[in-house]
C-alpha cells in the first residue's frame, strides 16, 4: 500500500474516534513513520505497530501544561504491511492501532485493552 493510502487509513481511523472522545484529546498529535527504531535498552529486533509517547491524561496535573510538549502517537507502516495480507487487513489493523494509542493516551494501560480485545 502506498504512503498516501496509508496516511488515508490513518486519517479514515482518526474519523471514527467518537466526537466526544476525540474532543478530549488534548495537546496531542498523531504521525506515521515508516519503522520504529528501537531503544538501545530494546531487542535490536523489536517491532511496534504504534507508539504513545507522552502524558496521559490521567497523569497530569497542574505541573503539566508549564512547558509541556505535545503527546505524540505514531503509527509505523512497515510492521503493520508486512503483517497484513490485504487492503483489508492494513486498514483494519490500523484502526486498532489508533485506538491502542489514543486509549493510552487516556491512561488505559496494555492489560486492560487486550481485556477489551483491543490489544
Known amino acids: 500500500m502506498p504512503l498516501p493510502e496509508f496516511e488515508d487509513a490513518v486519517n479514515d481511523a482518526i474519523d471514527r474516534i ?31 505497530l504504534g507508539l504513545y509517547e507522552g502524558t496521559p491524561l490521567t497523569e497530569r496535573d497542574h505541573w503539566w501544561e508549564a512547558g509541556s510538549l505535545p503527546d505524540r502517537i505514531t503509527v509505523f ?23 491502542h494509542e489514543v486509549a493510552h493516551h487516556f491512561g488505559i494501560a496494555d492489560e486492560r485493552l ?3 480485545g483491543w490489544g
Open 18 to 48: 467518537p466526537e466526544e472522545i476525540a474532543r478530549e484529546m488534548t495537546n496531542v498529535g498523531i504521525f506515521v513513520e515508516e519503522e520504529y527504531e528501537p531503544q538501545a535498552w530494546e531487542d535490536p529486533e523489536t517491532e511496534l
Open 77 to 99: 507502516r512497515g510492521p503493520i504491511l508486512r503483517m497484513c495480507e490485504s487492503r483489508e487487513e492494513v486498514v483494519h489493523e490500523v484502526l486498532v492501532t489508533v485506538i
Open 114 to 116: 487486550h481485556e477489551l
